[in-house]
């Protein structure tokens, strides 16, 4: 059997006589503590490098305020609405008694029972009475507050029924009993229009295009075949724009950026033919568009309608001059009082049909001028103001004479900032909530510091709009829905949110564990051993010092 | 009695009114050059001019957010260069080898394959800018973004490896307009070999035309003629002047195309608009100002019919000219050559005035060397620049650079070197100006290196090599101290400049099924002396006495 | 008089130097990959020089990765005229065989074996992994030289030009900062191996490395100057760590990171490049008693992982290892080891041919013989590490020392 040498058996050997020079473990390079020592630098370096290779690996996943987010569906948004009632000239006492709270009652019955979803109004009534009359459109036509509505009964009979104008809502009661709506349907039929399905139906609803900041206007004269003559080589675009869509892109300011661009097309070909030609009754012979071609009217592929240089959503407004020899061109309708001479494409646009009077081949090319545009244009803007979802104004309320430089009445366009306002608020809650989720479930995903940033002041933007904050008018509360929407869509759609799916964990381990795992294999046996051999030092010590 | 008055109240009736509106111009123009080997070289050549400042580019900063209405110029195209203020562009896409020897060299983007370039407005913009601008602003985001816009427009991939195809040369390329004073430009140029043009890019280039391919010239791009011929290519030009008050805009798209009769039928050189378009023109564009025809007539007998409305000699070259502005029924022009066959071997050419050969020799290892011939048959001294761009993995050594005319070797023939060495992964730009003595050849040389790229950087069919830019050579005037003279508009355009081909140099490429077994294999050596390493240093030696054995005589 | 007869070798081995570097084989190996890497290649270091002279940045692009220092060596002093080129070359490898010749008769002293001496100075002349760099003008020959003048200086136990030249050499090649370490230890101690482990003066240690620090500071100035700017730092040094230029060497580091994936790429660099790193503190404190042999121990660890290595690192290496005779019994399998660098030897170029000339080959080829090569090199280092170990103990009959 072999014996193990020791340095103390070797001086049991030299004890013995034995000769044992020329080869002894005495060498300070055996030492135990040497090898402690080497040991522990190698641990050392181990230890340092861990966290870098921890920094360097790592995905930066910064947490996201997740129980702000969980808490927004807890918050509702309420539009103060302020209305003042003026009496005027009611003289029977008992009726300015029991109306105001008639109104009240009226009112209350509009947050419950409707055909449609109400917006979330809070509503503070003031009444006032007997004071002189006045004609309200006249005096103080500027300088209303926003918000703040009036309602002013007139026992005259100069007055109609109901007439409006700015926010003023002027009642003609005659003797205050039997008005033929009552005061509450028609208040709800200008503060909250959506939920009337007569005068919102579901199609209008389908046709409003969904919100952004900033929309694009593609205006485009769109001739279908300019070859055979007859067709309308220009227009004078500018002065239509500012006489007929600028104002209203001017009162809808408060909700998007707009730009415009325009062209003029000469070769607009359809991808299928009208039918025709009919004559109608009087022997004029048409052609029509039925309503499956309508639906197929925009010819994609070969109409380049837009310069699509920004991801802006785009409002297509088209002209459309058919070809010499197939006109007048119509659209069919059943009903006699819609137009025939245009569409709309719901969330597109719109297309109006403009019929020059030259009918023949070889007609001059003409150019369209303001006043031959000012049809077209007029139902450009209708279309435009339904596409953005601007209300039905209730016919049953006459609009004074000078509502029509601006197209669009202060109830009209609160009603559809309160829309837009909620529809922010709650897409962005929306998006938030799917950022949390999205990144919940993706390990991978980054989230980086601008995401961060971009929740953080959506939430802000968010809180904003609720009624705890300081402020709460209906343009504040959209701007900081505005905000809310564009910063969750910014966070949602940022291009560093793509989860780097390209590395699944098998990878991982397979480009680290041959290099790894063969080198800690013996740093671990090493240090194992040296604990233990630690242990069994501080041991015999103990017993050591037990015996002495 | 009643024929003239009806003939004439007939044409009357066929010639729309053109009620274009001022400050707009369209005009298409149609060229068909027969060349000296059978082949025959059309160029249409469409041309927008605005004279209105708010439709053509701004150079106010603060103007882009004004609206856009145009009538005859494509409005995808203006409203990409208003977003990414450029006053001058210039894109051609380029299929085939163009043959100086054979077909002359009328000047222009013939490069094989894409190439662009641009000057961008430096500056930042205003405050107030939109959302989604952000990324184009500022130092390289605006040409980002408009190769984005082009690529997306034209269909082709302009905007892929931007960055190892973009170079801002110093000297080359002076703009053909002119350039907003009051705010700097940059330049940028990229170049993409191996893109090719096809059908896809020529349909949404006719898309930009006022008549689209309904009427007008356009009506001939016949895409499956155009692209079975020799060499095809489109090229967008726009540049601004300041010539009238707001400045003038032009948009200048062509297509040029080299047909040849003799292949396709069998023999004769004859040609006709329905034998080569496979089409004829049946309406004139409603929307033009003028739309031309110019056949330039050879020198042998021949015979064109129709007899042309005009007849038309410059520089010694005679043209026959119809007016298309009023086409009643099919238009159709056609040559003919009084011979049965063509005879390839009666022609003779006249050499270019310069030529340029270029070559990468040298196998994988080593240096390799590029050599480049550039051939004087004037006979006088021309001084010109070269121009080279290679991607960032060749390494040109320009200590090796050496000059040999007519085989002799001469140091005084290059003026000025200007090299940007390459910084991965932008390429190298080498421009040097040299004086090339009459009639003579001078062959440059100097060595290269191809490096070795990682594993992610290769493309996907790696075996076939990189496409190295065919290198640019621009004519300069031989007074040193003038820059070459600025182009006015209409007049000729592309200076002159001269292309090589391109090469196709091999990369030594790593074995791409290998990953994980190399990191499995470097990583076990590198294991396994680390771990003999620490096992020999940190183990315990112990002595054991050995057994006597017998036999084995060692006494204990 | 007469000269004597063994000094005529080394000067043969120089004129034989000389005159090949002036023949055309010289330009024909200029550029082989084995001989010259991206960090010494004389043609970078020629393009280097003329675009400094033309006035554009030298850094500015990945073609030179020299230091400022010899760019401002060979711009000044030295111009690359071939002739002068051939001198300085030769000079060199002179310098360095004197060098060992030196270190041998300062390790035996008091004893003087003028022989071995002599041989080991002739065969590191002849040594095929010296000679080629050298024909090749890479200027890892001068980076043998400089070290090899350290450590003279060391073992003759002059700190300052010991630490001052190694500052300098760490400019060329950075991973020689690790043997800063034993450079200082056998300052202290001397070159001859001790029984009994010395006191380690603190002192005087700290005062070498400070004096090293401060002449990297000083050399990084003068860097600056030259090259005008910083830029110098990413390319020469940023270079060894990051590894920018995937040309083949005979090292591991290329192909490694030619195939690896981007996402791991950085920590890859970092473990390749602390790997070195990690050795220095277990072998120095192992081999207190002989900091000469810990030094060449250290010198095969960075000569075998050097992220761009070339033939002349492996010749320095071996012929370090002709210093240390009392080792050579103890070796288990020199057999095997001296069959692998065979092996590899006659591999590299052949398949580096095969692949890159003759395109029948691919890549994997040329990276299996750098697999060889790196296990030749590496079982060297582990033997001799065994060796050096064994050697302490001694020898008996009957007697076998294991180790457990």
């Not at chain 1, 800690?520 to 046996?525: E, F, K, N, W």
């Not at chain 2, 592309?494 to 990953?515: A, N, Q």
């Not at chain 3, 060992?100 to 003028?114: K, M, S, V």
């Not at chain 3, 490395?209 to 100057?225: K, M, N, P, Q």
Request: some cysteine; overall charge negative.
């Amino acid at each position: 059997m072999a014996a193990v040498h020791t340095p103390l058996l070797e001086g049991e050997a030299k004890e013995r006589g034995e000769d044992v020079l020329g080869l002894s473990l005495a060498h300070p390079v055996h030492e135990d503590s040497t090898r402690r020592a080497i040991v522990a630098s190698y641990w050392i370096v181990v230890l340092l490098v861990f966290p870098v290779w921890y920094y360097m690996t790592s995905i930066e996943r910064l947490p996201l305020p997740t129980e702000r987010i969980d808490l927004l569906g807890q918050r509702e948004v309420q539009f103060p609405i302020k209305i003042d009632v003026d009496l005027g000239d009611i003289g029977d006492l008992e009726l300015s008694r029991t109306y105001p709270r008639k109104l009240v009652e009226d009112l209350a019955r509009l947050r419950q029972g409707s055909s449609g979803e109400l917006p979330p109004l809070a509503f503070d009534i003031a009444i006032s009475a007997g004071e002189d009359p006045g004609d309200p459109c006249t005096d103080a036509a500027s300088g209303e507050e926003e918000d703040s509505y009036r309602l002013h009964f007139r026992t005259q009979d100069a007055y109609p029924m109901f007439a409006s104008c700015g926010r003023h809502l002027l009642i003609g009661a005659r003797d205050g009993t039997d008005l033929p709506h009552s005061v509450g349907d028609t208040l709800r039929d200008l503060l909250a229009p959506y939920s009337n399905s007569r005068l919102h139906p579901p199609a209008a609803e389908s046709r409003i295009a969904q919100y952004s900041p900033t929309y694009r206007l593609a205006f485009t004269l769109l001739n279908e075949d300019a070859s055979v003559g007859g067709a309308a080589v220009g227009w004078e675009i500018q002065q239509a724009l500012s006489q007929y869509i600028r104002p209203t892109l001017a009162q809808l300011s408060a909700l998007h950026n707009f730009t415009i661009e325009s062209q003029v097309q000469y070769f607009g070909g359809l991808t299928f033919d009208p039918l025709g030609p009919l004559s109608d009754d009087d022997g004029v012979e048409s052609w029509r568009l039925s309503e499956e071609q309508m639906s197929v009217f925009v010819n994609s592929a070969e109409w380049t309608l837009t310069s699509g240089v920004s991801n802006d959503p785009v409002l297509h407004f088209i002209l459309f001059v058919p070809s010499a020899d197939r006109r007048p061109l119509y659209t069919e309708t059943r009903l006699r009082l819609q137009r025939n001479d245009s569409f709309i494409l719901p969330q597109w646009g719109g297309v109006v049909i403009h019929n020059p009077s030259g009918h023949h081949e070889g007609a001059p090319n003409t150019l369209l001028s303001a006043h031959d545009l000012a049809g077209p244009f007029k139902v450009f803007r209708s279309q435009l103001s339904a596409l953005l979802g601007v209300p039905q104004f209730p016919p049953q309320v006459v609009t004074s004479a000078w509502q029509h430089k601006s197209p669009i009445t202060p109830w009209q366009l609160d009603a559809l900032k309160r829309r837009r306002a909620l529809e922010n608020v709650r897409n962005s809650a929306d998006a938030l909530r799917s950022i949390v989720s999205l990144v919940n479930q993706i390990e991978n995903m980054p989230v980086g510091q601008d995401v961060l940033g971009q929740v953080d002041g959506a939430l802000a933007a968010l809180d904003a709009t609720t009624p705890a904050a300081s402020s709460s008018s209906l343009s504040q509360i959209l701007a900081h829905s505005i905000d809310a929407f564009t910063l969750s869509s910014k966070a949602f759609f940022n291009p560093g949110m793509i989860g780097l799916l390209y590395y699944p964990t098998e990878h991982k381990y397979a480009v680290y564990t041959p290099l790894f795992a063969p080198v800690a294999v013996p740093l671990i046996v090493a240090l194992v051993r040296e604990i233990k051999a630690a242990r069994e030092r501080r041991r015999a010590a103990a017993n050591k010092q037990k015996t002495e | 009695m009643h024929l003239p008055l009806a003939l004439l109240l007939l044409l009357l009736h066929t010639i729309p009114a053109l009620g274009t509106p001022q400050n707009e111009q369209f005009e298409e123009h149609l060229t068909l050059r027969p060349l000296p080997d059978g082949k025959v070289h059309a160029q249409f050549r469409f041309i927008t001019t605005v004279s209105d400042p708010l439709k053509g580019v701004p150079f106010d900063l603060a103007d882009r957010e004004e609206a856009l209405h145009t009538t005859l110029l494509p409005l995808s195209l203006t409203q990409l260069l208003r977003t990414y203020y450029t006053p001058e562009l210039h894109l051609s896409l380029n299929a085939g080898k163009w043959d100086p020897l054979r077909w002359g060299q009328p000047g222009g983007a013939l490069r094989t394959g894409a190439e662009m370039w641009a000057w961008v407005t430096d500056s930042r913009a205003p405050s107030g800018e939109g959302e989604g601008e952000g990324e184009g602003e500022g130092e390289g985001g605006r040409w980002q973004g408009l190769t984005n816009g082009l690529a997306g427009l034209f269909c082709a991939s302009l905007s892929s490896q931007m960055e190892q195809r973009t170079t801002s040369p110093r000297l080359a390329f002076r703009p053909e307009g002119d350039l907003p004073s009051y705010t700097p430009h940059k330049l940028y140029h990229a170049s993409h070999p191996s893109e090719s043009i096809c059908t896809e890019n020529l349909t949404p280039f006719l898309k930009l035309l006022p008549c689209k391919s309904r009427a007008g010239i356009a009506q001939l791009l016949n895409p499956h003629r155009a692209f079975d011929a020799d060499w095809h290519g489109m090229g967008v030009h726009v540049r601004w002047s300041n010539s009238s008050a707001g400045g003038e805009t032009e948009v200048r798209m062509e297509v040029g195309v080299v047909f040849d009769p003799v292949r396709v039928s069998g023999g004769k050189r004859e040609w006709s608009l329905k034998s080569l378009f496979d089409r004829t023109i049946t309406r004139s564009c409603p929307a033009a100002s003028s739309s031309v025809l110019t056949v330039q007539l050879p020198e042998e007998m021949h015979e064109l019919l129709p007899q042309p409305a005009k007849m038309l000699s410059s520089d010694g070259v005679f043209e026959a000219v119809y007016d298309l502005g009023s086409v009643g029924e099919e238009m159709d022009v056609g040559m003919r050559w009084l011979e049965d066959r063509f005879d390839y071997a009666t022609v003779r050419y006249t050499p270019p005035e310069l030529i340029i050969r270029r070559a990468l020799k040298g196998g994988s290892t080593g240096l390799s060397e590029l050599s480049v011939i550039l051939s004087n048959t004037r006979a006088e001294p021309r001084r010109v620049l070269y121009v080279e761009t290679l991607p960032w993995f060749i390494s040109l050594f320009l200590h090796t650079l050496q000059t040999e005319v007519d085989g002799v070797a001469r140091d005084d023939i290059i003026q000025s070197i200007s090299y940007l060495p390459p910084v991965s992964p932008k390429p190298t730009l080498l421009e040097i100006t040299l004086l090339l003595p009459a009639s003579s050849e001078v062959h440059l040389t100097m060595q290269a290196e191809k490096g070795f790229i990682r594993y992610t950087e290769h493309q996907p069919d790696a075996s076939r090599g990189w496409d190295l830019p065919a290198a640019v050579v621009f004519p300069l005037p031989l007074n040193a101290s003038s820059s070459p003279a600025k182009v006015a508009i209409g007049g000729g355009e592309g200076e002159g400049r001269i292309y090589s081909s391109t090469l196709l140099v091999d990369l030594p490429t790593p074995d791409f099924s290998m990953p994980y077994n190399v990191i499995i294999m470097s990583s076990t050596l590198v294991a396994l002396f680390f771990g003999s390493v620490f096992n020999c240093l940190t183990r315990r030696f112990v002595v054991l006495r050995m057994p006597a054995e017998k036999g084995k005589g060692k006494a204990s | 008089m007469p000269v004597r007869l063994p000094l005529l070798i080394p000067a043969f081995l120089l004129l034989l130097r000389f005159g090949l570097i002036l023949s055309p084989l010289s330009p024909w190996l200029r550029d082989d990959h084995q001989l010259a890497s991206p960090l010494t290649s004389f043609t970078r270091l020629k393009e280097g020089i003329w675009l400094f002279q033309k006035g554009i940045d030298p850094y500015h692009g990945g073609v030179f990765r020299h230091s400022p220092l010899t760019l401002a060596l060979f711009t000044t002093l030295i111009p690359p005229l071939p002739l002068v080129s051939a001198l300085v070359w030769t000079a060199a490898d002179g310098l360095a065989a004197w060098c060992l010749g030196e270190i041998w008769r300062a390790r035996i002293a008091p004893n003087a074996d003028e022989g071995r001496g002599l041989l080991l100075a002739s065969l590191y002349l002849a040594n095929p992994y010296n000679l080629g760099p050298t024909l090749a003008l890479s200027t890892s020959s001068l980076d043998n030289a400089l070290l090899l003048l350290s450590l003279r200086f060391a073992v003759l136990q002059r700190p300052s030009p010991a630490v001052l030249l190694l500052a300098l050499l760490s400019f060329s090649s950075l991973p020689a900062v690790l043997l800063l370490v034993p450079l200082v230890m056998i300052v202290l101690s001397g070159p001859r191996a001790t029984a009994v482990p010395r006191k380690v003066d603190l002192n005087a240690a700290g005062r070498a490395v400070g004096e090293f620090a401060l002449y990297t500071i000083a050399f990084a100035g003068a860097s600056t100057f030259v090259a005008g700017s910083w830029g110098w730092v990413l390319q020469t040094w940023g270079a060894t760590v990051m590894l920018p230029d995937l040309t083949p060497n005979p090292g591991l580091w290329w192909y490694f990171f030619t195939e690896m994936f981007d996402h791991y790429r950085p920590f890859f660099l970092l473990t390749f490049s602390l790997h070195p790193l990690i050795y220095v503190a277990p072998i120095c404190l192992k081999f207190q008693h002989d900091p000469l042999f810990a030094f060449f121990l250290l010198q095969g660890i960075i000569s075998t992982f050097k992220s761009y290595p070339t033939l002349s690192d492996a010749g320095l290496y071996v012929s370090l290892l002709g210093l240390f005779p009392e080792i050579y019994t103890y070796f288990r399998h020199p057999l095997v080891t001296a069959l692998l660098h065979l092996h590899a030897a006659v591999l590299l170029p052949l398949f580096h041919y095969l692949w890159l000339d003759a395109g029948t080959g691919n890549a994997n080829f040329f990276y299996a013989s750098t697999l060889v090569f790196g296990l030749a090199n590496g079982a060297t280092i582990v033997d001799s590490l065994w060796a050096g170990l064994r050697s302490t103990i001694g020898e008996k009959d009957g007697w076998d020392v294991v180790q457990l």
